[in-house]
């Protein structure tokens, strides 16, 4: 369920690591004078890193209701009225090569479908397992298999949602262990049939925290046929960043701010992710106007990347399966600035440098990238309380040598000093007329 969003980016002083043995280490002091340890990233939780930024995409017969994924729940609709809305989810306008066209123009890299929600109905074929699919009622097609190819038609790596909670199969109360038969045969259904996939976003195990959920065997089925796929397993907002099974390879934050992984002496390399919805619900909602404006877009990626997590921006099709105007212009509003920060975004690296209130740096190879906020377009022209506007910015634990620092948006160069230890001193200048970027990235060489 959502929770308010959190506004400000907790900041992380970060002591010096080094990698595992024949990988290139970066080595300086802790607090306590020691080196401190993190494991290397298997080659597919680098990649998924570098991907970024991602579309959720919560559709399905559920999108009826226009009460968000909380409408299916049996003790709000009766199972028997549900389904009876299952033939009116007909799917006439989905393309999703045009919902990829849009990621690809919002900066988003990879997409995430709810291939089957919470309500128990599948979008793809389900091969015998139920009749419960959109293959066998409704549209009358395998939406999932639209979606990959149209995914891939423009480069977008397609990651699927599934759900653990299921409200349809009466085995999930009555024979749990049946129940994870099903979905088990299920998940090796789209791992066998779809092609090479990025990755599989499991929801709904907090629904029963003492159950034994046969994660051993679930995981094994994807290692086994998708090998390369990224493993999440959300864990909910109430555990926000809470480590789970040995193979699930990213946490997740549901509609909160990530804080920096603490990856020392852990057994593996563990990513992060924040998963957000553009308004106060998962899927469409017409009576809710409570909606994210490019500028809280733009910072909420900032939010993450800062600290070396990815952001999943949840968007609700219309049942028909259009993707709604004002997102669609929103995300493509951000991907403008996404686009003109590109390295520091998909490549960046968290840093131990420091900045005032929610100002950070990242670092690609030798060059640091300091995230400004809080700039006024002129001198003068609004009235605003701690960190902002212009002049002297300092951050602390730049540790090298600095040439040069300038604006990424114009190449304007800055002015700073250097002084006692690491301390840099940047004299931030205000935007030029007819420029606000909401944040501001300088390039440090």
């Known amino acids: 369920m959502p929770q308010t969003r959190r506004t400000l980016l907790k900041l992380f002083t970060t002591g010096a690591v080094v990698v595992a043995a024949?990988?290139?280490?970066?080595?300086?002091?802790?607090t306590e004078g020691g080196a401190r340890v993190i494991p290397v990233p298997e080659p597919r939780i680098a990649r998924f890193e570098e991907l970024a930024y991602g579309m959720f995409v919560h559709w399905g017969v559920f999108s009826l209701m226009g009460q968000c994924v909380g409408a299916m729940h049996p003790g709000r609709f009766p199972l028997e009225d549900y389904k009876?809305?299952?033939?009116?989810?007909?799917?006439?306008?989905?393309?999703?090569?045009?919902?990829?066209?849009?990621?690809?123009?919002?900066?988003?890299?990879y997409m995430t479908l709810t291939a089957r929600q919470h309500d128990g109905f599948s979008l793809y074929d389900t091969r015998g397992l139920s009749d419960y699919d959109a293959v066998h009622v409704g549209p009358g097609r395998d939406l999932v298999a639209e979606f990959v190819e149209g995914c891939r038609a423009e480069g977008i790596e397609p990651f699927l949602y599934h759900t653990t909670y299921d409200w349809y199969q009466p085995s999930f109360t009555q024979d749990f262990d049946a129940y994870l038969e099903y979905l088990h045969k299920s998940i090796e259904v789209l791992c066998t049939?779809?092609?090479?996939?990025?990755?599989?976003?499991?929801?709904?195990?907090?629904?029963?925290?003492?159950?034994?959920?046969?994660?051993?065997?679930?995981?094994?089925?994807?290692?086994?046929?998708?090998?390369?796929?990224?493993?999440?397993?959300?864990?909910?907002?109430?555990?926000?960043?809470?480590?789970?099974h040995p193979e699930v390879d990213c946490v997740t934050f549901e509609q909160s701010h990530p804080t920096r992984m603490d990856r020392q002496g852990a057994a593996k390399y563990v990513a992060a992710e924040m998963c957000e919805s553009m308004n106060s619900h998962w899927g469409i909602t017409p009576n809710d106007y409570n909606y994210l404006s490019p500028k809280g877009i733009i910072?909420?990626?900032?939010?993450?990347?800062?600290?070396?997590?990815?952001?999943?921006?949840?968007?609700?099709?219309?049942?028909?399966?259009?993707?709604?105007?004002?997102?669609?212009?929103a995300f493509e509003r951000a991907g403008g600035w996404v686009d003109r920060h590109a390295e520091p975004i998909y490549k960046g690296k968290p840093t131990a440098v420091r900045g005032p209130g929610r100002d950070?740096?990242?670092?690609?190879?030798?060059?640091?990238?300091?995230?400004v906020h809080d700039i006024?377009?002129?001198?003068?022209?609004?009235?605003?309380?701690?960190?902002?506007?212009?002049?002297?910015?300092?951050?602390?634990?730049?540790?090298?040598?600095?040439?040069?620092?300038?604006?990424?948006?114009?190449?304007?160069?800055?002015?700073?000093?250097?002084?006692?230890?690491?301390?840099?001193?940047?004299?931030?200048?205000?935007?030029?007329?007819?420029?606000?970027?909401?944040?501001?990235?300088?390039?440090?060489?």
């Open 360 to 371: 950070f740096a990242v670092q690609v190879d030798d060059r640091l990238f300091l995230f």
């Open 299 to 329: 910072e909420d990626l900032c939010a993450c990347r800062g600290v070396g997590a990815n952001l999943l921006l949840n968007i609700g099709p219309t049942p028909e399966g259009r993707l709604p105007a004002y997102e669609s212009a």
């Open 84 to 109: 009876r809305q299952v033939p009116r989810f007909t799917a006439k306008e989905f393309n999703p090569r045009a919902w990829a066209a849009t990621a690809r123009r919002s900066g988003m890299r």
């Open 376 to 445: 006024l377009p002129r001198p003068g022209e609004h009235v605003v309380t701690g960190v902002a506007g212009h002049g002297p910015r300092v951050f602390a634990g730049v540790d090298r040598p600095v040439r040069s620092v300038r604006w990424m948006d114009n190449g304007e160069e800055l002015k700073f000093e250097r002084g006692d230890d690491d301390m840099l001193t940047v004299h931030v200048t205000p935007y030029p007329p007819g420029v606000n970027m909401v944040v501001r990235v300088a390039e440090v060489r």
């Open 193 to 244: 049939y779809y092609g090479k996939l990025g990755g599989f976003w499991f929801d709904g195990n907090w629904s029963k925290r003492d159950a034994d959920w046969k994660e051993d065997r679930l995981y094994s089925i994807i290692r086994r046929l998708q090998p390369e796929a990224v493993i999440i397993n959300n864990t909910g907002v109430d555990a926000p960043g809470a480590l789970g």
């Open 22 to 30: 024949g990988h290139r280490p970066t080595v300086g002091r802790d």
